[in-house]
């Protein structure tokens, strides 16, 4: 059984920053990509940003220049396991519930519990 497991949300002032981490535990697949959504109230979920095994990045037009993503995979490019959100200059819109998703195939693709991330004004 696969699970991703997220850390690092929580309650922060506008302009703050925030690190969100995603772990992936158990018999995984070899993932091709992992990545972020969010989804705010209200709202549907929406891919963020995105980072591939061979370290191509994805970013979203709203998020870009103050979202990074990245991994520690540098040791062994074959198996992608976990990465690292990290998130600056955080805005009240950027206030969401956050969920880590890894893909191998259309059908092995697997998602995360959520963390909510809250800025306040």
């Known amino acids: 059984q696969v699970e991703l497991v997220e850390s690092g949300g929580g309650l922060v002032e506008a302009g703050g920053s925030l690190r969100l981490s995603c772990a992936a535990s158990?018999?995984?697949?070899?993932?091709?990509?992992m990545g972020w959504y969010r989804q705010a109230p209200g709202k549907q979920r929406e891919l963020i940003v995105s980072i591939t095994r061979d370290g191509r990045t994805y970013i979203v037009d709203p998020v870009k220049g103050r979202f990074t993503i990245s991994t520690d995979n540098a040791k062994n490019t074959e198996y992608l396991q976990m990465n690292t959100l990290q998130m600056n200059n955080l805005q009240p819109e950027d206030t969401a519930v956050y969920y880590c998703?890894?893909?191998?195939?259309?059908?092995?693709?697997?998602w995360g519990q959520g963390t909510q991330v809250t800025v306040s004004s």
């Open positions: 998703h890894a893909y191998a195939t259309s059908y092995y693709n697997y």
């Open positions: 158990g018999c995984t697949p070899r993932f091709i990509a």
